[in-house]
């Protein structure tokens, strides 16, 4: 199951009986791993309504009792950290302003509050070591609760995406310019993920091509690939997560996993509304060792056993989205 936000958080951005309840189910008809929905690392990373946290203990705490049932139901579920850097507004951070690769602002007007995203101020050189600090401290946090693992989102245009990508990373400083330096703040990141926390549990999510808008890409995709993926590979990471938010797989990620598989030996997840059919190639052709499914799961919290008994999946409708079940 892949990542999705929600927006049922409890008070103090928790997580509730019902966010408990609502894995649990997909738990009990088999899925193996779920990512969690997006969840957000420090109050100064927000951008979204009421989305869970993962800055205090008593976050953590909100969430034993859920990750418990799931492992009671038989599987395993990842915590995917957030920070949504420029994609934000004030009015998310409780007034703290929002921080990201550049100063420039994101096109586009923040559907939940229907306003233009905020100016964002971009990072100071030395500021960065305390962005870390915020990750390591959700990761603690994700562990604390029981967590199998934890995701680090590095994609679909947040803050670490606004550092990979060449379109808005204008930074004059070692984290700007060449692929080496862009690539340089979510490989120090890695490079401490690696250090603190078994390499079983550290899982990344990169978006190379997508779906934002219109359908979108790096704009020098291949040779950041060409960099990224075998530095990752040699630093110890073994398991990577190609998504290509809600666009046709075949055109986004799944072109991206055929360039990468030869340069990636290790655990790769993919996958967006793919038929069982289409699945199952992908894996017995090695293209993937795992497929996601995010929407499908979502509108059917039996969505394994309709797949096995072949049975027909409910579509995912806006309506559906607006409650958990
Ligand atoms: C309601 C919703 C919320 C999502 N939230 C997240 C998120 O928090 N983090 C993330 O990495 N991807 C998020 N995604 C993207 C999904 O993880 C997945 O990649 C995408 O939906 C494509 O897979 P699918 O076609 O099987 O749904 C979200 C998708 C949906 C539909």
């Known amino acids: 199951m892949s990542a999705m936000t929600r927006g049922f958080a409890g008070v103090g951005h928790t997580c509730t009986k019902d966010i408990?309840?609502?894995?649990?189910?997909?738990?009990?008809?088999?899925?193996?791993?779920?990512?969690?929905?997006?969840i957000i690392i420090h109050p100064s990373a927000d951008g979204y309504n009421n989305v869970p946290h993962l800055h205090s203990s008593e976050q953590a705490n909100s969430w034993k009792d859920c990750v418990s049932k799931i492992?009671?139901?038989?599987?395993?579920?990842?915590?995917?950290?957030?920070?949504?850097?420029?994609?934000?507004?004030?009015?998310?951070t409780g007034g703290i302003p929002i921080v990201s690769s550049t100063n420039r602002q994101a096109d586009g007007v923040n559907r939940q509050n229907g306003k233009p995203f905020g100016i964002p101020?971009?990072?100071k050189?030395?500021?960065i070591p305390r962005i870390y600090d915020m990750y390591i401290n959700a990761a603690d946090k994700a562990f604390s609760a029981g967590f199998d693992g934890v995701e680090i989102h590095m994609g679909h245009g947040y803050l670490?995406?606004?550092?990979?990508?060449?379109?808005?990373?204008?930074?004059?400083?070692?984290?700007?310019g060449s692929i080496e330096n862009r690539c340089r703040f979510?490989?120090?990141?890695?490079?401490?993920?690696?250090?603190?926390?078994?390499?079983?549990?550290?899982?990344i999510r990169i978006s190379p091509s997508r779906m934002m808008g219109g359908l979108y890409e790096w704009p020098d995709m291949e040779k950041m690939l060409k960099y990224l993926i075998p530095k990752i590979e040699k630093m110890g990471l073994?398991?990577?997560?190609?998504?290509?938010a809600n666009a046709d797989y075949y055109s986004t990620s799944g072109k991206v996993n055929r360039m990468i598989r030869e340069m990636w030996p290790h655990l790769l997840i993919s996958g967006a509304s793919l038929t069982p059919?289409?699945?199952?190639?992908?894996?017995?052709?090695?293209?993937?060792?795992?497929?996601?499914?995010?929407?499908?799961?979502?509108?059917?919290?039996?969505?394994i056993s309709k797949v096995k008994n072949d049975k027909a999946l409910i579509e995912m409708t806006n309506e559906i989205r607006e409650r958990l079940y």
């Open 125 to 127: 050189t030395s500021e």
């Open 121 to 123: 101020r971009a990072l």
């Open 238 to 244: 073994t398991l990577l997560d190609i998504s290509c």
């Open 160 to 176: 670490i995406d606004q550092f990979l990508d060449a379109h808005i990373n204008d930074r004059k400083d070692e984290y700007g």
């Open 277 to 303: 059919i289409q699945a199952d190639n992908e894996v017995k052709m090695k293209w993937v060792d795992m497929v996601t499914w995010g929407r499908s799961i979502l509108a059917n919290p039996d969505f």
């Open 71 to 92: 492992h009671t139901a038989g599987s395993k579920i990842f915590a995917q950290l957030w920070h949504c850097g420029r994609i934000s507004h004030k009015d998310y």
């Open 186 to 203: 979510a490989i120090e990141l890695l490079k401490l993920f690696l250090i603190n926390y078994d390499s079983s549990k550290v899982m």
């Open 20 to 38: 408990a309840a609502y894995y649990e189910r997909r738990a009990l008809d088999g899925v193996a791993l779920i990512l969690s929905e997006g």
